[in-house]
């Protein structure tokens, strides 16, 4: 049975305080977007840049129109999310299940960790060639490469979250008789949700590399494939659409991410 809270006057204004300055922040950040985009426009309109360089709102409207009519717009936004997604669940998963296995063998940790830090820091890119030759040209290759920029980020977070479990805890349950299973269960797991839940938005930018980049390399659709494609015969507002475009779709993604973290807050206070 649920018991009704009740909170001081002190305490309600308080709260009233916060929800108007979340207010206030939303509308300003609204207001700044549309300042930004004002100006951009009328610099453009009256010839203060260039507008076949810098495009321009109204253009990028206009050309995200054109490739909603000729049917494309929807394809090469589907292509590119759909590798982003599968690159950035398959990175997670893996990297959550390898991070497990190096916190339950020392052993397999200690022979692993120089290798890791060798990967992490080697521009993946520089593994396109191979990964072309490997996986083909199609949109296997640009989940690979996804896979790729987001694994080894997804595995040093989560180690390192798993062995910042507090020592004194872990030897208090062992001293009770807990098995290491029951320990990482109820214990590791648990304590290591903030660092699950920042590996999740750090990956979320990894994984829109990724798949930008696998299309930069080798690709016939996506949002890379038009930026490259209206870099190359000067397009530049196809270029400017697809960069709006990928911007809200990295947006939208994120905004997932920091509504699963609320949700994981929200369980975990009523615990």
Known sequence: MKTKEVHSKEHL?????????SVFINVMRFAALIVLLGFWELAARLNWVNPFITSSPSRIAKTI???YQNGTLFYHVGTTLWE???GFVLAVVLGYTIALLLWWSESFRRI?????????ALPKIALGP???IWFGTGSKAIVVMTILIGLIVAILNMLNGFMATDAGKLLLLKSMGASKWQMLTKL???SSMPNFISMLKINVGMAWIGSIMGEYIVSKAGIGYLIVYGGQVF?????????????ILAAAMYAI???????????????
Request: proline share 3%; hydrophobic share 55%.
């Open 188 to 190: 590791v797991i648990p």
């Open 235 to 247: 397009k530049l507002d196809l270029v400017m659409s697809a960069v709006f475009i990928l911007c």
């Open 84 to 86: 982003t997604a599968v």
């Open 130 to 132: 191979l990964i072309i």
């Open 13 to 21: 204004l308080y709260l009233r305080g916060v929800r108007k300055k």
């Open 112 to 120: 692993l960790e120089p290798y890791l830090v060798v990967l992490n």
């Open 65 to 67: 129109a054109d490739l």
């Open 257 to 271: 991410v920091a509504t699963v973290e609320k949700l994981v807050i929200k369980n975990g206070n009523n615990k």
